[in-house]
Structure formats: structure tokens, C-alpha cells
T-cell receptor, first 114, second 111 residues
């Protein structure tokens, strides 16, 4: 079974621009979560989607948004990029809505904001 | 504020030794616990999950959970240089869809 895929893998953007990242979960998985990982803050939760509904949102400004499509694929968008948004953005999928299930991470998108 | 604490390390062990990684969590309502391995520049990879008090073994890995002490550990037997990575501990409360991750412990296995 193919794993979680994320595109693009690397991205360089300029302050003030916006960016859209894409995630395709493992086939059959309906829950998709997004995380931001930086050396200083570690792994921080952004949001989680299940059946096209955002169920939870982390402590990030409104510049960070996301959505999930009917095929469970998900996108996240960051508008008005800031230097501090430079990070590894990780998507993780889980089979069902049961929170006790394990999450499987994609390879991540490394975003650099200059 | 739910917290998961891990010693950042690095923890250095010789090849063939047992590596012991520890994690404590603050939320007594936590019910699901996970260990992830993350190589430098890569994404986290799930190693083990544990839900009940006691030990759970999978190959060279053993996860241990003590809910009374709010403590989770990961033992790696016969450590190999390829085990050198950062190990992340995560705890998830019942009914919560958001796991809380620790900052990770760096493990170095030297030949």
C-alpha cells in the first residue's frame, strides 16, 4: 500500500507570498492532520480533518488554513508568509476517526521563506 | 496545558547495548501512547503504540507504560548504528484527536 505523499517536497518563497501544500493520505485513510516542525518548537499541531470537516485546530494564526476533499486528499494554505513560517510541514493520515489509531506521516514539505 | 517531556540527549550507547528512552506526560487522561523515530532530515516513522500498562514487545523494541507514574519508555535491544535518530514520544487523550508530542531524544549508537 502506498504511503502518505506530499507535494511539493521543497519550496522557496518570499515574505508576503502565499503557498499551498498538498497531501494524499494512505488509501482508505479518512483522517488527515497537519503539523509544523521547527528546531526551536518541535512538532506542533496545525489542524485535523475527517470526512471534509475540520475537527480540531491548533494555536496558529488565521493565515494558516486547510481543507479536505471528498477523496480525503488535503491541502493547507499559508497566506502572507513570514520568515518564521520556514519549517518542515508534515501531513499524517489515520484510518478512521478513532483518536487512538496511529498516525502515519508523509515525507514533508520543507518551506523556506526568504 | 498538556505536556510530554523527554530528555533531549544526546543519549550515546555502544553498539549491541540496550538503549533506554524515557518520556513523562502531564495529562492523566492520556490513553494512547506512541513512539516515533525520526532520522535527520526525514519525517517521523511510527515504531510502537501502547495503550495498556505493562510491556509491549516488537522485535528489538519494547515499549513500557506506567499510567500511575505517567511514564512511558522505549527500550531498544542490541542497538545498531542505524538506530541513531531522534525518538519522539506522543500521548493522546481519550476523545482527543490531537496527540501531544515531546521534543524528542537524540540517540547515538557508536560502533
Amino acid at each position: 500500500k502506498a504511503g502518505v505523499t506530499q507535494t511539493p517536497r521543497y519550496l522557496i518563497k518570499t515574505r508576503g507570498q502565499q503557498v499551498t501544500l498538498s497531501c494524499s493520505p494512505i488509501s482508505g485513510h479518512r483522517s488527515v492532520s497537519w503539523y509544523q516542525q521547527t528546531p526551536g518548537q518541535g512538532l506542533q499541531f496545525l489542524f485535523e480533518y475527517f470526512s471534509e470537516t475540520q475537527r480540531n485546530k491548533g494555536n496558529f494564526p488565521g493565515r494558516f488554513s486547510g481543507r479536505q476533499f471528498s477523496n480525503s486528499r488535503s491541502e493547507m494554505n499559508v497566506s502572507t508568509l513570514e520568515l518564521g513560517d520556514s519549517a518542515l510541514y508534515l501531513c499524517a493520515s489515520s484510518p478512521t476517526g478513532d483518536p487512538s489509531y496511529e498516525q502515519y506521516f508523509g515525507p514533508g514539505t520543507r518551506l523556506t521563506v526568504t | 496545558q498538556k505536556e510530554v517531556e523527554q530528555n533531549s540527549g544526546p543519549l550515546s550507547v555502544p553498539e549491541g547495548a540496550i538503549a533506554s528512552l524515557n518520556c513523562t506526560y502531564s495529562d492523566r487522561g492520556s490513553q494512547s501512547f506512541f513512539w516515533y523515530r525520526q532520522y535527520s532530515g526525514k519525517s517521523p516513522e511510527l515504531i510502537m503504540s501502547i495503550y495498556s500498562n505493562g510491556d509491549k514487545e516488537d522485535g528489538r523494541f519494547t515499549a513500557q507504560l506506567n499510567k500511575a507514574s505517567q511514564y512511558v519508555s522505549l527500550l531498544i535491544r542490541d542497538s545498531q548504528p542505524s538506530d541513531s535518530a531522534t525518538y519522539l514520544c506522543a500521548a493522546q487523550s481519550g476523545g482527543s484527536y490531537i496527540p501531544t508530542f515531546g521534543r524528542g531524544t537524540s540517540l547515538i549508537v557508536h560502533p
